[in-house]
């Protein structure tokens, strides 16, 4: 197989040339890091900008707008720990084993 075209051998495995794979993978980044905010036009017309501008050309579709929606991190709990001591438990204990009735007992701090 080392004498074999490269082009014979995608067309027998039905392979896409590399270099349209690697066409499109570079559009589709271009596109998501556009999509995201995260393309500057610094020189439009160079570089790797031209990448983007030869896209939204080519096809109306890219050139609109997306409904993304960047992630948010909220990391403050929505709840609170509160740790009590050791006599707290003990006479809420006591208070309990002498009411033996649990409706009227509140756990927690007064």
């Given at each position: 197989?080392?004498?074999?075209?490269?082009?014979?051998?995608?067309?027998?495995?039905?392979?896409?040339?590399?270099?349209?794979?690697?066409?499109?993978?570079?559009?589709?980044?271009?596109?998501?890091?556009?999509?995201?905010?995260g393309?500057?036009?610094?020189?439009?017309?160079?570089?790797?900008?031209?990448?983007?501008?030869?896209?939204?050309?080519?096809?109306?579709?890219?050139?609109?707008?997306?409904?993304?929606m960047?992630?948010?991190?909220?990391?403050?709990?929505?709840?609170?720990?509160?740790?009590?001591?050791?006599?707290?438990?003990?006479?809420?204990?006591?208070?309990?084993?002498?009411?033996?009735?649990?409706?009227?007992?509140?756990?927690?701090?007064?």
């Amino acid at each position: 197989m080392r004498t074999t075209p490269t082009n014979a051998v995608e067309a027998l495995i039905c392979l896409l040339p590399l270099k349209l794979v690697v066409q499109s993978e570079v559009r589709t980044a271009a596109y998501c890091l556009w999509s995201l905010g995260g393309w500057t036009y610094l020189h439009p017309n160079q570089g790797h900008s031209n990448i983007l501008m030869r896209l939204q050309q080519s096809d109306p579709i890219f050139n609109m707008g997306v409904d993304v929606m960047r992630p948010a991190f909220h990391f403050e709990p929505k709840y609170r720990i509160i740790m009590l001591t050791r006599e707290y438990w003990t006479k809420e204990l006591a208070l309990l084993l002498q009411s033996k009735d649990l409706s009227g007992l509140q756990m927690g701090p007064r």
